[in-house]
């Protein structure tokens, strides 16, 4: 009994000892190079690299969207060039390199803090494959120059686009808070013929009579200097300064003298002429499907020395006789009356060119208790002066030749009323349609200086023959 009790009591001791040694070797750790170890460590890389892989997609779902939107919006084209540079190897085209940026972007962003990944989108371009590279050979390196930051679009240019001038009027307003000093030079010439018949015809080729006969011949400079600010985006203002300097040539033969020879009457003139102030403002933002459309109101004063200042060649009067020739002794340099000018400029940018025009209606202020000096100093009064109102429209193409220079061709008609004196027609005076073809060049030198040049042809008998304007506008 005694020997069956002690080998009970080792039976339960060895199964104790054997229940103590396997719990003892099931909390012994795996060595570090047993199998298990390597399992368990796996796993958790694997769990690691899916959850990355997870916030890698929805970031790259989140660029793709973007990448679409700016698509929609700018085009490929432009947004190639703005968002990627260029492959250093063949078979990559600009959106290519677009995409590949933006995905890279999203996979930096998604990965930042993530031990043995990528950090910048530099390192996830260069372990990415690149696109046509088979597997087992080594991708090409690509260089990629991005000059935003990625992601957010490039902030859209929505002043109108640049086109060489043919007229006063520009169609792109100045900047805001910058200043446009621009020095010009204008040369006009013109020459008009009149013949004049006095008296009575008996058979078709012989004439009873006097014959009047003026050839007129005037040559215009006018050196300006203009002023432009831009006050915001989309309104500026400029005020204008001439000086005139004219002279003119008058071939004539003096009707009722019976004279048979041919006198020249010469006359000029110069100083300042009619200061301008205009104010502009863009109304809408344009595309290539609406024009942009820019409003202006232009002020021309009277500080010039108006035609009725000049001495005319008229003894006593020049209404009714015919003590002179009627002439001014010298040529004025203004108008001699206030005007006001509202317009519209509007512009159509379709690639590569540009279509514009213009519309303006000029009205002039009449002028009461006008007279003019005769040529013994006395006055002679005219009474109310209303010259006629103008008119103009234009019309014109622009297209750019490169980044610096740019060509224009366009045509410009004014129509002129009659003026008026004491509420009647002055005799002789009718409508007048003034036709101008016009010609322009446009070369920048750089961002601060851009020379203009524009040469207009008249194709009516009342339009100047010939006009070229050349400016200099200055940006500071």
């Known amino acids: 009994m005694k020997k069956r009790s002690m080998q009970g009591i080792r039976n339960a001791g060895c199964s104790t000892l054997l229940l103590l040694g396997g719990l003892a070797q099931a909390q012994t750790p795996p060595e570090a190079g047993s199998p298990a170890a390597g399992l368990e460590s796996l796993q958790r890389e694997l769990a690691e690299q899916a959850s990355q892989l997870d ?3 929805r970031a790259l779902a989140e660029q793709e969207a973007v990448i679409r939107e700016l ?4 085009g490929t084209e432009v947004l190639a060039t703005k968002r990627g540079g260029q492959r250093t190897g063949p078979g990559v085209m600009p959106a290519d390199n677009a995409t590949n940026a933006a995905t890279a972007a999203a996979a930096a962003s998604a990965t ?3 031990p043995g990944l990528a950090s910048s989108p530099q390192q996830v371009m260069a372990q990415a494959p690149q696109p046509g590279a088979q597997q087992g050979e080594s991708a090409s390196p690509q260089t990629v120059a991005v000059e935003e930051p990625v992601g957010r679009p490039p902030e859209t240019d929505r002043r109108p686009p640049e086109v060489a001038p043919l007229i006063d009027q520009p169609g792109v307003l100045t900047a805001e808070g910058k200043l446009v000093v621009e020095p010009g030079f ?3 010439y013109s020459s008009n013929n009149r013949v004049a018949l006095v008296g009575y015809s008996i058979i078709p080729a012989l004439l009873i009579g006097l014959i009047d006969v003026r050839e007129v011949k005037t040559s215009t400079y006018i050196e300006s200097i203009a002023l432009r600010y831009g006050v915001t985006k989309r309104f500026e203002i400029e005020a204008k300064v001439p000086y005139v300097q004219t002279s003119g040539s008058t071939i004539s033969r003096e009707v009722f003298t019976g004279t048979a020879v041919d006198n020249v009457f010469n006359a000029s003139g110069k100083g300042m002429g009619d200061i301008e102030a205009t104010v502009r403002y863009q109304l809408n933002y344009g595309n290539e499907r609406i024009p942009y459309f820019v409003g202006w109101l232009r002020y021309k004063s009277n500080t010039g020395k108006d035609p009725f200042e000049v001495v005319t060649d008229c003894v006593t009067r020049c209404v009714g006789n015919a003590t002179g020739t009627g002439l001014p002794l010298g040529l004025p340099t203004g108008t001699g009356f206030h005007a006001i000018q509202p317009g519209i400029t509007w512009l159509l940018p379709t690639d590569p060119a540009v279509f514009f025009g213009t519309f303006s209606y000029l009205h002039n202020f009449s002028r009461d208790n006008v007279s003019r000096t005769v040529l013994n100093g006395e006055k002679e009064n005219l009474g109310k002066i209303a010259p006629g ?3 103009e429209f234009s019309f014109g193409m622009g297209l750019s030749l490169n980044e610096k220079a740019s060509f224009s061709i ?3 008609q004014a129509i002129i009323w009659p003026t008026k004196q004491n509420g009647m027609t ?6 007048l349609t003034q036709g101008t073809l016009l010609v322009g060049y446009s070369y920048r030198f750089n961002n601060r200086y851009t020379l203009n ?3 207009g042809a008249g194709l009516t008998r009342d339009t100047p023959d010939l006009q070229v304007n050349v400016r200099l506008p200055i940006t500071f």
Do not use: E
Not at 71 to 74: G, N, T
């Open 55 to 57: 916030a890698m997609k």
């Open 71 to 74: 698509r929609s919006v700018i």
């Open 112 to 114: 930042q803090g993530a």
């Open 186 to 188: 204008q040369y006009g």
């Open 389 to 391: 109102d103008i008119f």
């Open 410 to 412: 366009g045509y410009d």
């Open 426 to 431: 002055v005799p002789g005076s009718v409508r």
């Open 453 to 455: 040049l524009s040469v």
